[in-house]
């Protein structure tokens, strides 16, 4: 495609449960970002993949939250036993390199109930 | 990495020329002074990036003294499409990890 794709485009879960949001980047772009927005502020990193490694995992609020980039495309964030707290829209980006134009997708509105 | 500070809002009317303002007193040698804009329900997206000077391209231009301690976002007779959220971040472009505030809500009124 020709912009970063995010499915679903929203999910609402139960508090408990386990959820994934993929994340599909642009085409040949080797660093990938997730970040999460809260209602009135900015975006919140999260994590930056550089090919299949997680360069910097550092924003990851707690262990419930993990993602993967198997092949160095498509990645996938996780999360285990959802609080209500959890409840953002949560971003992807990709960009060719990690100091190149980053590209974000239209993002996953995920709601805890 | 260098923290930023903006303000929170801003009003315009269409057709005025709209600058935002940007203070980063701690920016590193290596930071880069990069700009983005974010509508409702959408991801946000790169307007401009410099390191010092003048950058101009064909949306907005960025002003930066030679101190570097502070930037300007200049939009050029704004409409009211330019509505929106606009964040100033400084980054190394090495770390692949983007700081973003809390961002100027810019208001364009007709």
């Known amino acids: 495609g020709a912009g970063v794709s995010q499915t679903p485009s929203n999910k609402v879960t139960e508090k408990g449960k386990y959820v994934e949001l993929r994340c599909d980047p642009i085409s040949g772009h080797t660093a990938l970002y997730w970040y999460r927005q809260s209602l009135g502020q900015g975006p919140e990193f999260l994590i930056y993949?550089?090919?299949?490694?997680?360069?910097?995992d550092s924003g990851l609020p707690n262990d419930r939250f993990f993602a993967v980039r198997p092949e160095g495309s498509v990645s996938t964030l996780k999360i285990q036993r959802t609080e209500r707290g959890d409840s953002a829209v949560y971003l992807c980006?990709?960009?060719?390199?990690?100091?190149?134009?980053?590209?974000f997708g239209q993002g996953t509105r995920l709601t805890v109930v | 990495l260098a923290k930023t500070t903006q303000p929170i809002s801003m009003d315009s009317y269409e057709g005025q020329e709209v600058n935002i303002t940007c203070s980063h007193n701690n920016i590193a040698t290596n930071d880069y002074i990069t700009w983005y804009q974010q509508f409702p329900s959408q991801g946000p997206r790169f307007i401009i990036q410099g390191y010092k000077t003048k950058v101009t391209n064909e949306v907005a231009s960025l002003f930066i003294p030679a101190d570097r301690k502070s930037s300007t976002l200049s939009l050029p007779r704004v409409s009211l499409s330019d509505t929106a959220v606009y964040y100033c971040l400084v980054d190394t472009g090495n770390t692949g990890k983007l700081i973003f505030g809390q961002g100027t809500t810019l208001q364009v009124k007709p």
């Open positions: 980006a990709s960009s060719r390199t990690a100091n190149t134009e980053a590209f």
């Open positions: 993949f550089q090919g299949t490694g997680a360069a910097d």
